[in-house]
């Protein structure tokens, strides 16, 4: 079996749901009754935000390769980046890495195609919405992705820095996120969600919502590491 490395921390609420998942994903995988061994290196998540709130792209890239080579000097075989945002210099890390990487956004593109889906709304935070990292590799796909309007993604980023990263999840938050869902269904169309902050699917746990799937983009992470870990 392949060994997995993970960049976590970055939150930590979302990098204990990847490890119970992982595991969880593994054994229903193998049905053995084994447990899979990986490795989870938990950086300090207050430098990575430092970092993108002055834009220092080229600083962020080098904080993650850091952590990549502590990984693979620990024994991973691959890895992934537990988060969404500091995927933002996925193309920057991707090949300077001594390991393979998982791209949580290729495998969420993979996902969405599988559905046939081809107008997307996008959440996470104002680093994640205002990019173009998941739009570049979509729209090669010929996917649309849409944005919520500028006060729907101040609430978003807002709420997920302030309660979601600390590990709050209000009742109240949840029927606002989902009230943006159903604005964006009515007035842009869209087909879907991604989920594309790794604490959104810890308060939107369910599959959709008035018949708009979410794409969890934890979960499809996940799945594909797991198949990387059994390849």
């Known amino acids: 079996m392949k060994t997995l490395g993970i960049i976590g921390g970055l939150g930590p609420e979302s990098t204990i749901d990847y490890y119970q998942r992982i595991i969880a994903r593994y054994r229903e995988r193998t049905g053995d009754g084994s ?3 990986f490795i989870i290196n938990s950086v300090n998540l207050k430098k990575g935000l430092d970092f993108m709130a002055v834009n220092d792209l080229a600083r962020m890239a080098d904080y993650l390769l ?13 890895g992934l980046i537990s988060a969404n945002t500091p995927h933002i210099v996925f193309d920057d890390v991707a090949p300077k890495s001594p390991i393979p990487l998982i791209s949580i956004v290729e495998a969420t593109c993979a996902a969405a195609k599988t559905q046939n889906l081809k107008r997307l709304a996008l ?5 994640t919405m205002q990019a173009t990292f998941y739009s570049k ?13 500028p006060n729907d993604q101040a609430y ?3 709420k997920y820095m302030n309660e979601l990263v600390p590990g709050k999840f209000l009742p109240e ?8 869902v159903d604005r964006m269904k009515e007035t842009t169309g869209i087909d879907g969600v991604i989920l594309a902050g790794t604490e959104l699917p810890l308060i939107l746990s369910d599959a959709d919502h ?10 499809i992470h996940v ?5 990387e870990m059994l390849s």
């Open 35 to 37: 447990y899979p061994e």
């Open 66 to 78: 850091d952590a990549i080579a502590r990984l693979a000097r620990a024994g991973a075989d691959f």
């Open 123 to 127: 959440f996470g935070t104002r680093y």
């Open 137 to 149: 590799v979509f729209s090669r796909q010929g996917i649309e992705l849409l944005v919520p309007e």
């Open 156 to 158: 978003i980023h807002d």
């Open 173 to 180: 938050t949840r029927a606002g996120l989902l009230a943006i």
């Open 210 to 219: 008035n018949g708009i799937p979410f794409l969890d983009t934890t979960k």
């Open 223 to 227: 799945e594909a590491a797991v198949d």
